[in-house]
T-cell receptor, first 114, second 110 residues
């Protein structure tokens, strides 16, 4: 069964450092998403991406965040200068049509900012 | 924006008993309500969903009900088994993005 894969599974970084989280969506999917889950809190929408541009972003997704699809397979989330409060599990998701009913989530990348 | 509240936060049931998780939402424009199961170390996986034009949906041992007037929806798991132990999230879709509840950790005791 096709799946969304994410790397790294866990990253520890120092505050102020740049972090790139990588995702390989399912190959025929066209819509890509990042969600995050701070420990003990809700899963929160960060950003959606379609046709090589951001289609929607939340208030959390400020100038420190960026997304990119650098080639035909990867979808990345960059945090330019990490803060302690960026520590969370980051989930990538993809879908064919963009409808939430067809979202497939990856296993997540745990980011720990020290 | 949409706010989804989920209860209880933890639920322990005896194997074979039923489990019920309840969620409320705030935005009457939300029209799609999925439920996700998250096992340890994995991402959320869709287990069942319901759209706003339907009041109830069932898939084997799991069912979901929706009351649009009251803005609440529930997940029912019957004849629980040890493999049902996981974290369950409800969510509501408004404008093609999901707002999640805080999750319910379900433990099925053998």
């Amino acid at each position: 069964e096709p799946e969304v894969t994410q790397t790294p599974s866990h990253q520890v970084t120092q505050m102020g450092q740049e972090v790139i989280l990588r995702c390989v969506p399912i190959s025929n999917h066209l819509y890509f998403y990042w969600y995050r889950q701070i420990l003990g809190q809700k899963v929160e929408f960060l950003v959606s991406f379609y046709n090589n541009e951001i289609s929607e972003k939340s208030e959390i997704f400020d100038d420190q965040f960026s997304v990119e699809r650098p080639d035909g397979s990867n979808f990345t989330l960059k945090i330019r200068s990490t803060k302690l409060e960026d520590s969370a599990m980051y989930f990538c998701a993809s879908s064919v049509t963009g409808h939430p009913g067809e979202l497939f989530f990856g296993e997540g990348s745990r980011l720990t900012v020290l | 924006g949409e706010n989804v509240e989920q209860h209880p936060s933890t639920l322990s049931v005896q194997e074979g008993d039923s489990a019920v998780i309840k969620c409320t939402y705030s935005d009457s424009a939300s029209n799609y309500f999925p439920w996700y199961k998250q096992e340890l170390g994995k991402g959320p996986q869709l287990i069942i969903d319901i759209r706003s034009n339907v009041g109830e949906k069932k898939d084997q041992r799991i069912a979901v009900t929706l009351n649009k007037t009251a803005k609440h929806f529930s997940l029912h798991i019957t004849e629980t088994q040890p493999e049902d132990s996981a974290v369950y999230f409800c969510a509501a879709d408004n404008d093609y993005k999901l707002s999640f509840g805080a999750g319910t950790t379900v433990t099925v005791r053998a």
